[in-house]
C-alpha cells in the first residue's frame, strides 16, 4: 500500500468506523494554526482547541481548553473524571503542559481534582517549581480555587471491584487500559475507541507551538505509579523553534528513551516529524523485540511549519487533526503489521 496513512473521514462524518478513505500522509502539512491530538477521541478536544486558535489565540489556551474536554469526559476511562483508579481504588492523574519558550509545569499523582492541566498551567504560571506530586499538587489546587472531588464514576469503581477478583496486571496492545462491560455488567478487557492518553499539540496563527498531555496513567498501576505522560521530555516536548512532540502507550517504556524529546531532536536534525517519531520507535523495537512485541507505543509530532507525522510501535494508534481545511482521523503506521 506504499507509505499512506488511512484517513477515517467516516468517524468525523458520524457515521460508521468502517468507511476509509486514504491519503498520503506528506499532504497532512504546512498549515496554521492547526491542532493535532492522539487517539480518535483527540478529535472532540480538537473542536475545543479550534475556537481558540481559529479566532488567532494563543497555542497553550488552545491546549488548556482541549484537554479539559477529555477529563471531564465520564466515558473516556483513561483520562480524568471517570479514569480507572489504581490498584487501591484511588483515581490518580498525570499532566503536563509546555509553551514555546520552554516553560512548563506538571502534576503527578494527583487526587480529587478534575482538571490536572489546568493545575498544571498553574504551576506553570504561578510557582518557581515545574513539578507538584501528590499531596502537594492537591494542596496547591485547593489554594488556587480548584473544587475537590470524587473522581471514581460507580463505573470505573465496578472495573476495578471486577478486577481485583483475579488482581493480574497485564497490560493489552492498544487496550492497556480498557475494559467494556458485558451485558452481565461485569467488565473485560478489550474494548474500541476508548483509551489512553491524549497528547495535544497545536500551532497558533502566530506560529507558536504548545504542547499538553493528560492521563489517568494505566489502569490499575501501584498506587503513587507515575509514567511518562506527566514526564517533560518523556511525554511531552516542545521548541518553539523546532517542534514538538507527544507520547501515548507503555510509559515506562518512553521515559527509558526520553521519548518525546529524542523526537524533536530528530527533527532539529533535519527529519520530518514522520521520520523522527519512527526513529525513536525504531530504537525502542531494537532495544528489546520481544517486549516491543507485546505492548504499544505511539508518538505524534508537530514541527514549527505545521507539518504532522506519527509512528506507533503496533497497529491500532490512531490521531485526529484539525486545520482550517482539514478534520480528519488517521490511522497511523506502524512498525509490526
Ligand atoms: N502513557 C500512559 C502511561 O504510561 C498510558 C497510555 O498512554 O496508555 O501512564
Redesign the pocket.
Known amino acids: 500500500m506504499e507509505r499512506r496513512s488511512f484517513i477515517r473521514n467516516g468517524i468525523i462524518a458520524g457515521t460508521s468506523i468502517s468507511s476509509y478513505d486514504y491519503k498520503p500522509l506528506e499532504n497532512i502539512s504546512a498549515t496554521k494554526p492547526i491542532m493535532v491530538s492522539?487517539w480518535d477521541f483527540g478529535k472532540y478536544a480538537n473542536t475545543e482547541g479550534w475556537k481558540i486558535l481559529s479566532a488567532n489565540g494563543h497555542a497553550l489556551d488552545a491546549i488548556e481548553q482541549a484537554a479539559r474536554v477529555t477529563e471531564a469526559d465520564e466515558s473516556n476511562k483513561?483520562v480524568g473524571y471517570g479514569g480507572y483508579p489504581d490498584r487501591d481504588g484511588r483515581v490518580t492523574l498525570?499532566a503536563c503542559i509546555m509553551d514555546e519558550s520552554g516553560n512548563c509545569g506538571s502534576v503527578m499523582a494527583m487526587e480529587h481534582i478534575k482538571h490536572p492541566i489546568s493545575v498544571a498551567r498553574k504551576v506553570m504560571e504561578k510557582t518557581p517549581h515545574i513539578i507538584l506530586v501528590g499531596d502537594g499538587a492537591l494542596q496547591f489546587a485547593l489554594d488556587n480555587g480548584f473544587q475537590k472531588e470524587n473522581l471514581l464514576t460507580p463505573d470505573s469503581k465496578k472495573a476495578w471491584e471486577d478486577w481485583l477478583k483475579n488482581s493480574k496486571y497485564e497490560p493489552v496492545i492498544n487496550i492497556?487500559?480498557q475494559l467494556f462491560k458485558k451485558q452481565d455488567n461485569s467488565f473485560a478487557l478489550g474494548g474500541i475507541n476508548n483509551?489512553?492518553?491524549i497528547g495535544l499539540l497545536a500551532l497558533d496563527a502566530a506560529g507558536k507551538l504548545s504542547g499538553g498531555c493528560t492521563?489517568s496513567?494505566?489502569a490499575f498501576?501501584m498506587h503513587g505509579r507515575?509514567?511518562?505522560?506527566p514526564v517533560i521530555g518523556a511525554?511531552l516536548f516542545v521548541d518553539g523553534e523546532v517542534g514538538a512532540a507527544t507520547?501515548?502507550?507503555?510509559?515506562?517504556e518512553?521515559i527509558r528513551c526520553v521519548g518525546s524529546h529524542s523526537v524533536v531532536e530528530y527533527m532539529r536534525n533535519g527529519l520530518s516529524p514522520k521520520e523522527a517519531c519512527k526513529k525513536v520507535v525504531d530504537r525502542i523495537a531494537k532495544r528489546d523485540l520481544e517486549k516491543a512485541k507485546k505492548m504499544?507505543i505511539g508518538f505524534l509530532a508537530l514541527d514549527k511549519s505545521g507539518n504532522v507525522g506519527a509512528y506507533a510501535l503496533q497497529k491500532g494508534f490512531s490521531y485526529a487533526l484539525k486545520s482550517a481545511s482539514e478534520e480528519i482521523v488517521i490511522a497511523v503506521e506502524s512498525y509490526f503489521d
Open positions: 492522539t483513561t498525570d492497556e487500559n483509551h489512553d492518553t492521563t496513567g494505566m498501576k507515575v509514567g511518562d505522560s511525554g507520547a501515548t502507550g507503555v510509559g515506562e518512553v504499544q
